[in-house]
T-cell receptor
Framework: AQSVAQPEDQVNVAEGNPLTVKCTYS??????LFWYVQYPNRGLQFLLK??????LVKGSYGFEAEFNKSQTSFHLKKPSALVSDSALYFCAFFYGQNFVFGPGTRLSVLP | GAGVSQSPRYKVTKRGQDVALRCDPISGHVSLYWYRQALGQGPEFLTY????????KSGLPNDRFSAERPEGSISTLTIQRTEQRDSAMYRC???????????FGQGTRLTVV
């Protein structure tokens, strides 16, 4: 079955430290992978995507993600976290005719 | 428009009433999606349109739910005979085509009392 997992419900990191939000997937064929962020009382905002090409993709707000085919992972990273990065993060893949979202990881960046 | 627009933002309705939720996608976007999101969880797929054609409705929970996009632009999600379990955030998204990133609206918070 096609699925995406985010193994951590919550990630806490100190401001200025690097952050990683984990995502693993189970998709047949070549995956089209995405990261979205949701701030409180807001809609989902697109951060970045991997379709093909370079395994390291860069997105909005200084975020990047690394596609690892052998580990079926697509972890979201940022070199230096900001308090304003605190939000709910969703990993997703496009399959068939729709996006399938993970359960989400809540990131808290502590000042 | 500049982004995906959904209306109303909030809807409180009595059990048994019908509701219609509207989505105005980004101009020129071919693909339109409806999702339902419970608090603190990921969005769950409801239905997908390519232009005016509803190409996938496998996520609609039951036959009380229906959706249309008659002219390939604005879409309406209708829930008939609402039940309390229908209470959720309903989100619409559009994209230029399949496999490209989707842009989400602010959502409609539906509360059935």
């Amino acid at each position: 079955a096609q699925s995406v997992a985010q193994p951590e419900d919550q990630v806490n990191v100190a401001e200025g430290n690097p952050l990683t939000v984990k995502c693993t997937y189970s998709v047949s064929g070549n995956p089209y992978l995405f990261w979205y962020v949701q701030y409180p009382n807001r809609g989902l905002q697109f951060l970045l995507k991997y379709i093909t090409g370079d395994n390291l993709v860069k997105g909005s707000y200084g975020f990047e993600a690394e596609f690892n085919k052998s580990q079926t992972s697509f972890h979201l990273k940022k070199p230096s976290a900001l308090v304003s990065d605190s939000a709910l993060y969703f990993c997703a893949f496009f399959y068939g005719q729709n996006f399938v979202f993970g359960p989400g990881t809540r990131l808290s960046v502590l000042p | 428009g500049a982004g995906v627009s959904q209306s109303p933002r909030y809807k409180v309705t009595k059990r048994g009433q019908d509701v219609a939720l509207r989505c105005d996608p980004i101009s020129g976007h071919v693909s339109l999606y409806w999702y339902r999101q419970a608090l603190g969880q990921g969005p769950e797929f409801l239905t997908y349109f390519n232009y005016e054609a509803q190409q996938d409705k496998s996520g609609l929970p039951n036959d009380r739910f229906s959706a249309e996009r008659p002219e390939g632009s604005i879409s309406t999600l209708t829930i008939q005979r609402t039940e309390q379990r229908d209470s959720a955030m309903y989100r619409c998204a559009s994209s230029r085509s399949g496999y490209t990133e989707a842009f989400f609206g602010q959502g409609t918070r539906l509360t059935v009392v």
